[in-house]
């Protein structure tokens, strides 16, 4: 009769789930525990692989090397650096030299793929990775300087040659990432046009290359008319090659030559995710062609077209948005052109009321409040909002938090003082209830109003203590804030962070020249309860509903004078009670700060919390 184990092991696809989760030392384990559970394990062992940085030991060691190329065709999805690519393709093309020895045949290889001529002290046959799934390789910035011996295959087209051989020699792909690659003239952009229209399964590439002026414009459009039915995913990012770089001297025995590609015509009923970044504008003919193909399009970046005027750019507009019906998500993290937004504003004027669901921007400037409107016309329907450097009217920020709501991630970064003309002032930010209660991500940057809080700190003054009006109405307002967020129970990431005083703190050293950010955190927002006895405000206790809460950025460093005063053991056992997701939390602003016992007690108590800042 079998027992349990036997019939759990027949379970392949159980098997396969449990494999797959578990981390490489178990699964050697399970290897060496008896020869059945070898050969059931052995094959994931090597199924997901990360090469890009650990690669050196692999790539100097025969046994490892061969222990490898043995369970080659085990492989779904893996990531590699350029040193191990070529010890992978120089490995294949061994085989084949092996191959042909014990035949006496000659190996194929196409006329397009340049001589070998790069030696190292030892190469190991290497089977094709045939099963594999998902495929990522970089080049690195090194080897296309002239100093490295492999600048020459760079230059000269091998590097792509070989890229496009070794895929091909994966059919099953369904993800495919390079980056770096090399396009220097037509026929570069043809052969990997031509790679590219034969994987049949491929549904996501994400690729960057660097092209030569005589052939950028051809660069896009080519790879777009050759992309399989399959692909639902399309992000390709563009480079210029300076003059300086390009190859002086074309040599045709490595130079690619391949005959042009043949258009395209069927639509892609698949593809969904648009992410084009270009050197120069695409031609709005161009562009047309590419976007009549897209009708499935969910996700666009806003793409870069040659100046025109307000009226053709709203034709194209238009355009987008009569063959991409199921457009939700506009983006734009190519920060060269187009900084006011007004394509993506023309989009979300045009789209019908309530459909968008994203916008994305790396950066945007809009003092207008253009913008504002143009979100109000999708508040029920928009879940993320993300800026990474964002130059807005107080109005727009009011208008996204009071009426988006559906919001779910507001990751907006409006730097005051500094960088951007609009504020958003404390008492105008809880003067209104917000409009969601799903946040997830929140981050807020704020003008706390009359900083005196800061410069002649409350929590030193004589016991009792007594608040002016100015104070009682500011601290009035930080409890507003602090009441609206802890209402947010869904929220996992939140970064609060004070704008820019324009005058240092009157209580910094007189000697110190810059003005230390670590030194300030939001009045009372950290201490529980504050001291009754002498009168002071803490208000932590109304962050108790953020049992979600797993990071937390900004203004929170427990180092200051504030919190070396007002915060303590009551503090830190309220976090590991109330906060128990907490992984990373900027309390403290570099590793050599000094931590506090109370502190040293609560990471040992959450081995997982980082109390380190990001910056």
Known sequence: MD???????????????????????????????????????????????DLLYHHKALCSSPDALLAFSLQSRTVRDI???????????????????????????????????????????????????????????????????????????????????????????SPHLTRLTLHSLPIFCMGDINLLAWTLSGMSQLQELRTSVHSTATVLDHVIPTIFFSLPQAIRIFYLHQELIFPEDEPQATGTALRIIHEPMKRRQEPLLRLTGWHVETVRGIPIDTLRSMIQQCPALEEMEMPKIPVVDDDTRLKLAQFIIDHCTNLHTVMQYDDTHDLQGEMAIFLMDIMPRDTLRAFEFREIVDRSGELGDAILRHA??????????????????QTILVNCTALEVFDVETEAGYYSDGEMHLENLVAIPWGS?????????????????????????DAPVVLSYEEKEQMSFLESLYEQIGLLSELEHLSLSISAPEVPLEDEDEDDDLINWDRYVFPGMLTLDGDKAK???GYLGLLSGLNKLKTLQG????????????????EVEWIKENWPCLEKAAFYSNTSSEVRPCFAWLGEKMPGLDMQSMY
């Open 3 to 49: 027992t349990a184990c036997d019939r759990f092991f027949r379970t392949t696809e159980l098997v396969a789930m449990i494999a797959m989760l578990l981390p490489k030392k178990a699964i050697v384990h399970l290897m060496l525990t008896s020869k059945k559970l070898n050969k059931i394990s052995s094959q994931y062992l090597y199924h997901t692989l």
């Open 79 to 169: 990531t590699m650096s350029d040193a191990f690519f070529f010890q992978y393709y120089r490995g294949i093309l061994a085989l084949q030299d092996l191959q042909q020895a014990a035949s006496s045949s000659s190996p194929f290889l196409p006329s397009w793929l340049p001589p070998t001529n790069f030696r190292t002290s030892f190469v190991v046959p290497f089977p094709p990775m045939s099963n594999l799934q998902a495929f990522s390789c970089a080049f690195d910035r090194y080897f296309r300087s002239e100093t490295c011996a492999m600048s020459t295959l760079y230059r000269s087209g091998g590097y792509l040659a070989q890229i496009c051989f070794t895929v091909q020699l």
């Open 380 to 397: 029920d329907s928009l879940t993320t909002i993300i800026i990474q450097y964002a130059e807005l009217t107080e109005d727009t920020i």
């Open 437 to 461: 209660s799903r946040l997830r991500t929140l981050k807020l940057i704020v003008n706390i109003g009359d900083m005196n809080i800061l410069r002649s700190p409350i929590y030193l003054r």
């Open 535 to 537: 009168g002071l405000p």
């Open 555 to 570: 203004f929170v460093n427990v180092s200051t004078r504030e919190t070396k005063a007002t915060m303590g053991w009551r």
